[in-house]
């Protein structure tokens, strides 16, 4: 990235973190890789019962997806309220929630640290997934690539990524960076009404 | 009381709750304490003391930390039984 | 000497290019560590399949202690037996990660003997974090480090090693003394370090300025950063140097004041210091010309995480401004306070910040003993749905305070 470095405006942060934790403020960076999974985790009843703690693995899940399966001496989830966050998985192996066919990355955008102008920001979703292309995942270099060009042309100096946003509108960033903009760019877990839009003034 | 007659207490209500409930610290203080009529400080003292010398030992699970009786294997990689 | 086991055409991929490379850096350690050797392996498979076959959890501690190691293992023991056991150690790091070469190369013998020699430093949460061990290993690990003066960091419900930026011992910025005030909370916060008593995690990061270099807002339960209550000194010959040099100071800096309170004409900077807001751009910016000046401290900010497990938060202001001079007896107190009423208030797994939001900001100000100010909001509430106490009415609203 080194001749894209050169000619941004300012620094960018990119961060990639291997699992929804986000360690290290990558959540609040310019450009951030997650990795995730996109499928309610499968469960193995008969090992539920066995090498499973069922009260511990219940209070496990954030969004109190998981109840007691009494008739299986298990445990069910509730399809609606999981997204996929795995917990479950870590204090049961027996809701393995990996699954090399489904898991992916999305791309979020736009996050700052410092208050240098404007105040922190989160990054947000640019790309929900990428299927896992290892060794070298090149359709998410080239995604990230694409979005630090039309940074590095567009913004102004000194203006992060997040900055270049606000100013132009992410409708324009998503006209600019030619994403396609999906329902799962639309917040609707927990903090759908700070961001929808409330005026009908916008750029086409 | 006498601090080895507390200990005694406080291994009394770990084991009460052993594969029962996942006990915090805090829970300890405040469980012993009330039974005993010993100020929490010194509870926490008294457990603390129990636990630097693998008589309890700090656990971990689901995210959470709690404080158990060692099992044997436990006592075993440590050399103490 | 162990030779390489596996065949791992997908990582050699990664060795490619002038860049440094993790996988080479495994394999030097895989030369004399069989767990290393078997990292690569596993790693290469993972890339094949497209999953990971790292568990966690388990007890795996030394005595007395209640974190700072973190218990890792493989779900493929029989396939990579050299990493059965990948625990994890956690060494508190010294304020601002200042090392010399030699304190360096004792780390680093001490994993090589014991442990898989590979090294994460740092990790984000402070610590200086060594990866690889087995369970067996793990009292004479802390022997050894702790006989020369080391110790282990925070995991579990816990606080975690205290962090800050490597404020005025480097960087003219630093409005307080971050590297002290660390290790004084460090060594204040001992035993919540290593016994965990607490209902989670919390973390305490340090930053000299707005600049935030260690991300406290992000990442912190408690964020502290450093600011200024005073002018903000302009050495205008310096000004007319970078303009000279080629910087559009109207365009670089006048515009993009967030609070538009620069003006330049050509000649002469002005800052109508009552409209600043302190962020540090045109500090950033013109550092030559542009300094604070008066009253140092910090603000205090709470309440920030990563998105588990109810979405991310960024601190937000608890304490518009505090003095921070030692030996930092009122933010001790402070500290000590927050942690009283979160333990009171909490469910277990429930960070501060997410205690805050369910108890509301009034519950935890007064018992921490700080006022309502403007500063800690963006805006005051909208709905009239508005809650009242009856000593509000004798204290506040019948002398008319507004
Ligand atoms: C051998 C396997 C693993 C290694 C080497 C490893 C390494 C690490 C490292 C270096 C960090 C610190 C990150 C930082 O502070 O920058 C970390 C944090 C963490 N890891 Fe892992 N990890 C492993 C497996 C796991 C697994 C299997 C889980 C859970 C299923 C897990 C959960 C976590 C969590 C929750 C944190 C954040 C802890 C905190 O906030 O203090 N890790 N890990
Ligand atoms: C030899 C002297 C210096 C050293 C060793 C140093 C070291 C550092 C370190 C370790 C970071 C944190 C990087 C990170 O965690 O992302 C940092 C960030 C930073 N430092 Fe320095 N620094 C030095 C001098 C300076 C000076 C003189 C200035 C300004 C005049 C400065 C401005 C910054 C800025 C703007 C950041 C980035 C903050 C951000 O990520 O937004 N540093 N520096
Ligand atoms: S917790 Fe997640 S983001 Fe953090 S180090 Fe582990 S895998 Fe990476
Ligand atoms: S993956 Fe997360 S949300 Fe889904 S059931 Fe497991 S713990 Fe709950
Ligand atoms: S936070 Fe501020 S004082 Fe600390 S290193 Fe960064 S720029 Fe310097
Ligand atoms: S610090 Fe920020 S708000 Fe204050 S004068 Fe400089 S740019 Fe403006």
Same mark, same amino acid.
Request: hydrophobic share 35%.
């Given at each position: 990235?080194?001749?894209?470095?050169?000619?941004?405006?300012?620094?960018v942060?990119?961060?990639v973190?291997?699992?929804?934790?986000?360690?290290?403020?990558?959540?609040?960076?310019?450009?951030?890789?997650?990795?995730?999974?996109?499928?309610?985790?499968?469960?193995?009843?008969?090992?539920?019962?066995?090498?499973? #703690?069922?009260?511990? +693995?219940?209070?496990?899940?954030?969004?109190?997806a998981i /109840?007691?399966?009494? *008739?299986? &001496?298990?445990? !069910?989830?509730?399809?609606?309220k999981?997204m996929?966050?795995?917990n479950?998985?870590?204090?049961?192996?027996?809701?393995?929630?990996?699954?090399? #066919?489904s898991d992916? +990355?999305?791309?979020?955008?736009?996050?700052?640290?410092? /208050?240098l102008?404007? *105040?922190? &920001?989160?990054? !947000?979703?640019?790309i929900?997934?990428?299927?896992n292309?290892?060794p070298?995942?090149?359709?998410?270099i080239?995604?990230?690539?694409?979005?630090? #060009?039309?940074?590095?042309?567009?913004?102004?100096?000194?203006?992060?990524?997040?900055?270049?946003?606000?100013?132009?509108?992410?409708? !324009?960033?998503?006209?600019?960076?030619?994403?396609?903009?999906?329902?799962?760019?639309?917040?609707?877990?927990?903090?759908m009404?700070e961001?929808?839009?409330?005026?009908?003034?916008?750029?086409? | 009381?006498e601090?080895?007659?507390?200990?005694?207490?406080?291994?009394?209500y770990?084991?009460?709750?052993?594969?029962?409930?996942?006990?915090?610290?805090?829970?300890?203080?405040?469980?012993?304490g009330?039974?005993t009529?010993?100020?929490?400080?010194?509870?926490?003292?008294?457990?603390?003391?129990?636990i630097?010398?693998g008589?309890?030992?700090?656990?971990?699970?689901?995210?959470a930390?709690?404080?158990?009786?060692?099992?044997?294997?436990?006592?075993?990689?440590?050399g103490?039984? | 000497?162990?030779?390489?086991?596996?065949?791992?055409?997908?990582?050699?991929?990664?060795?490619?290019?002038?860049?440094?490379?993790?996988v080479?850096e495994?394999?030097?350690?895989?030369?004399?560590?069989?767990?290393a050797?078997?990292?690569?392996?596993?790693?290469?498979?993972?890339?094949?399949?497209?999953?990971?076959?790292w568990?966690?959890?388990?007890?795996?501690?030394?005595l007395?202690?209640?974190?700072?190691?973190?218990?890792?293992?493989?779900?493929?023991?029989?396939?990579?037996?050299?990493?059965k056991f990948?625990?994890?150690v956690?060494?508190?790091q010294?304020?601002?990660?200042?090392?010399?070469?030699k304190?360096?190369?004792?780390?680093?013998?001490?994993?090589?003997?014991?442990?898989?020699?590979?090294?994460?430093?740092?990790?984000?949460t402070?610590?200086?974090?060594?990866?690889?061990?087995?369970?067996?290993?793990?009292?004479?690990?802390?022997?050894?480090?702790?006989?020369?003066?080391?110790?282990?960091?925070?995991?579990?419900s816990?606080?975690?090693?205290?962090s800050?930026?490597?404020?005025?011992?480097?960087?003219?910025?630093s409005?307080?003394?971050?590297?002290?005030?660390?290790?004084?909370?460090?060594q204040?916060?001992?035993?919540?370090?290593?016994?965990?008593?607490?209902?989670?995690?919390?973390?305490?990061?340090?930053?000299?300025?707005a600049?935030?270099?260690?991300?406290s807002?992000?990442?912190?339960?408690?964020?502290i950063i450093?600011?200024?209550?005073?002018?903000?000194?302009i050495d205008?010959?310096?000004?007319?140097?970078y303009?000279?040099k080629?910087?559009?100071?109207?365009?670089?800096i006048v515009?993009?004041?967030?609070t538009?309170?620069?003006?330049?004409?050509?000649?002469?900077?002005?800052?109508?210091?009552?409209?600043?807001?302190?962020?540090?751009?045109?500090?950033?910016?013109?550092?030559?010309?542009?300094?604070?000046?008066?009253?140092?401290?910090?603000?205090?900010?709470?309440?920030?995480?990563?998105?588990?497990v109810?979405?991310?938060?960024?601190?937000?202001?608890?304490?518009?401004?505090i003095?921070?001079?030692?030996?930092?007896?009122?933010?001790?107190?402070?500290?000590?306070?927050?942690?009283e009423?979160?333990?009171?208030?909490?469910?277990?797994?429930?960070?501060i910040?997410?205690v805050?939001?369910?108890?509301?900001?009034?519950?935890?100000?007064?018992?921490?003993?700080?006022?309502?100010?403007?500063?800690?909001?963006?805006?005051?509430?909208?709905d009239?749905?508005?809650?009242?106490?009856?000593?509000?009415?004798?204290?506040?609203?019948?002398?008319g305070?507004?």
């Open positions: 990235m080194s001749t894209c470095a050169a000619q941004s405006t300012n620094k942060r990119l961060a973190a291997c699992c929804v934790n986000m360690c290290g403020a990558v959540h609040c960076s310019d450009i951030a890789l997650v990795a995730l999974h996109t499928k309610v985790p499968p469960i193995d009843h008969e090992r539920v019962g066995k090498i499973c #703690e069922i009260p511990t +693995v219940i209070s496990s899940c954030p969004t109190r /109840s007691p399966d009494p *008739a299986k &001496k298990s445990v !069910k989830i509730n399809e609606e999981c996929y966050c795995g479950c998985f870590t204090v049961c192996p027996a809701i393995d929630i990996h699954n090399p #066919e992916g +990355v999305a791309i979020v955008v736009g996050g700052k640290i410092g /208050s102008r404007s *105040a922190p &920001k989160f990054s !947000k979703l640019a929900p997934f990428f299927y292309e290892p070298r995942w090149p359709k998410i080239a995604a990230v690539k694409n979005i630090l #060009e039309v940074y590095a042309k567009n913004a102004r100096k000194h203006e992060r990524v997040g900055e270049w946003i606000d100013r132009i509108g992410w409708e !324009k960033f998503f006209k600019l960076t030619g994403i396609e903009f999906t329902f799962q760019h639309i917040d609707d877990f927990t903090f009404r961001t929808m839009r409330t005026t009908p003034a916008f750029k086409w | 009381m601090k080895e007659e507390l200990k005694n207490k406080i291994f009394e770990m084991q009460k709750y052993k594969g029962k409930k996942k006990l915090k610290e805090k829970d300890v203080w405040k469980g012993v009330e039974e009529g010993v100020p929490g400080d010194e509870v926490k003292k008294a457990l603390r003391e129990m630097d010398v008589k309890l030992m700090y656990s971990y699970g689901g995210g930390s709690s404080v158990e009786i060692p099992s044997e294997e436990y006592l075993k990689e440590k103490l039984l | 000497m162990s030779k390489k086991k596996h065949e791992t055409p997908m990582l050699d991929e990664l060795k490619k290019g002038p860049w440094p490379s993790f080479k495994i394999e030097k350690a895989a030369v004399k560590s069989e767990t050797n078997d990292t690569l392996g596993q790693v290469e498979k993972s890339y094949r399949t497209r999953r990971g076959y568990k966690h959890g388990g007890i795996v501690g030394v007395g202690y209640g974190g700072g190691v973190i218990g890792r293992y493989t779900s493929l023991p029989e396939e990579f037996p050299g990493v990948f625990h994890t956690r060494i508190n010294p304020s601002g990660w200042f090392y010399t070469s304190a360096l190369r004792e780390i680093c013998d001490i994993w090589d003997k014991y442990g898989s020699g590979l090294t994460n430093i740092h990790g984000s402070g610590d200086l974090v060594l990866l690889g061990t087995n369970t067996e290993s793990l009292e004479a690990i802390f022997a050894e480090y702790s006989s020369r003066g080391w110790d282990l960091g925070g995991s579990g816990a606080m975690r090693t205290p800050c930026c490597l404020g005025p011992a480097r960087c003219e910025w409005n307080i003394n971050t590297l002290e005030i660390n290790y004084q909370l460090t204040e916060f001992q035993d919540e370090l290593h016994r965990p008593a607490f209902p989670y995690k919390f973390k305490i990061k340090t930053s000299g300025c600049v935030d270099c260690v991300a807002i992000a990442r912190a339960d408690l964020s450093g600011t200024w209550r005073g002018k903000i000194q205008q010959s310096e000004v007319q140097n303009a000279k080629g910087m559009n100071i109207n365009a670089e515009n993009m004041c967030p538009q309170c620069i003006t330049y004409d050509g000649k002469e900077m002005k800052i109508d210091d009552a409209e600043c807001s302190r962020c540090m751009h045109c500090i950033a910016k013109m550092t030559k010309a542009l300094r604070p000046s008066g009253e140092r401290g910090a603000t205090l900010l709470m309440g920030s995480k990563a998105p588990i109810v979405g991310s938060l960024l601190s937000w202001v608890i304490v518009p401004f003095k921070l001079e030692p030996p930092y007896k009122e933010l001790k107190e402070l500290i000590r306070k927050m942690i009423w979160w333990d009171e208030n909490s469910k277990p797994r429930e960070r910040g997410e805050i939001e369910i108890k509301g900001m009034r519950s935890f100000l007064e018992y921490i003993g700080v006022p309502p100010s403007p500063a800690q909001v963006k805006w005051p509430r909208k009239p749905f508005i809650f009242f106490k009856d000593e509000d009415f004798e204290k506040v609203f019948k002398k305070k507004y």
